[in-house]
Nanobody, 122 residues
């Protein structure tokens, strides 16, 4: 129902910042819970952050709380992930995701972007 395209990944020094953006198409975008997952080499994909369609409810992986901030702009059909104080262990491919069946809960996602690489050097 929706197409997702991520951007903003790249190389950054530890302690630096990046902002990821997910552009979505679809008239019902504002009704979807959305968020981000990540997958490091040799590891399973893990949840990072989610946001309800209204933006009122957000959840974050414990290891990123206080460092990452998720937001959305339904008028622009975008979801962002501001990543501050990046650590080498944050290195992964980051995927935008959506749950077309829920306005509140991202899990289980049924829409995925192609992913964008984030590499944090020490």
């Amino acid at each position: 129902q929706v197409q997702l395209v991520e951007s903003g990944g790249g190389l950054v020094q530890a302690g630096g910042s990046l902002r990821l953006s997910c552009a979505a198409s679809g008239r019902t975008f504002s009704w979807y819970a959305m968020g981000w997952f990540r997958q490091a080499p040799g590891k399973e994909r893990e949840f990072v952050a989610s946001i309800s369609w209204s933006g009122a409810s957000t959840y974050n992986l414990g290891s990123v709380k206080g460092r990452f901030t998720i937001s959305r702009d339904n008028a622009k059909n975008t979801v962002n992930l501001l990543m501050n104080s990046l650590k080498p262990e944050d290195t992964a491919v980051y995927y935008c995701a959506a749950n077309s069946k829920s306005t509140l809960t991202l899990l289980p996602p049924d829409c995925w972007g192609q992913g964008t690489q984030v590499t944090v050097s020490s």
